[in-house]
């Protein structure tokens, strides 16, 4: 079955601008989870989205939003780009509770640049 | 609360030679573990998990990582890499009451000819 799809698999933005990724998770799989990862901080925890709802949340300030749609894909968003915010934004899903509790599986990842 | 620790930022091994990545944690109850691997330009692959049945958990392509609670570590082994293992490996422990994951700073593998 298809993997966890990310898009776009990269992008370059300007300081200021905003920036929409998108995230399809595995058919079924309706949690999803996002990540950022840079060289400085590693892989950092940004939220994740289960049934619509955000049920956890990282420690990022406001700037960085998401949502999920019914059909359990994902959006997050950044707005008022910053430098520091050039990463590599990781998006996973994972199965229902009782069959494979807090396995994630990843996508390839969407590269953001911000100059 | 919970925290990884990878003890090393880079290893070099020869082909053909074993590998060690070390991993410490630190959790307040009976934690999940995982390692996951990511090569270059790609997102991160899921090698093995412990979720408290046996203490020597073996994955994918050869790795196996065993868990001491005694020692609070879950080092990741493979007996004779192969060029293909270059990559980087997150030892990653279950976090806060929602589940979410804890990763470590990431060991980096180079494997020599």
């Known amino acids: 079955k298809a993997g966890v799809t990310q898009t776009p698999r990269y992008l370059i933005k300007t300081r200021g601008q905003q920036v929409t990724l998108s995230c399809s998770p595995i058919s079924g799989h309706r949690s999803v989870s996002w990540y950022q990862q840079t060289p400085g901080q590693g892989l950092q925890f940004l939220f994740e989205y289960f049934s619509e709802t955000q049920r956890n949340k990282g420690n990022f300030p406001g700037r960085f939003s998401g949502r999920q749609f019914s059909n359990s894909r994902s959006e997050m968003n950044v707005s008022t780009l910053e430098l520091g915010d050039s990463a590599l934004y990781l998006c996973?899903?994972?199965?229902?509770?009782?069959?494979?509790?807090?396995?994630?599986?990843f996508g390839a990842g969407s590269r953001l640049t911000v100059l | 609360a919970q925290s990884v620790t990878q003890l090393d930022s880079h290893v070099s091994v020869s082909e053909g030679t074993p590998v060690l990545l070390r991993c410490n944690y630190s959790?307040?109850?009976?934690?999940?573990l995982f390692w996951y691997v990511q090569h270059p330009n790609k997102g991160l692959q899921l090698l093995l998990k412990y979720t408290s049945a046996a203490t020597l958990v073996k994955g994918i392509n050869g790795f196996e990582a065993e868990f001491k609670k005694s020692e609070t570590s879950f080092h990741l082994t493979k007996p004779s890499a192969h060029m293909s293992d270059a990559a980087e490996y997150f030892c990653?422990?279950?976090?806060?009451?929602?589940?979410?994951?804890?990763f470590g700073k990431g060991t980096k593998l180079s494997v020599k000819p």
């Open positions: 990653v422990v279950t976090g806060g009451s929602q589940g979410n994951l804890i």
């Open positions: 996973a899903s994972r199965p229902p509770q009782v069959s494979g509790a807090n396995v994630l599986t």
């Open positions: 959790s307040s109850y009976s934690p999940s």
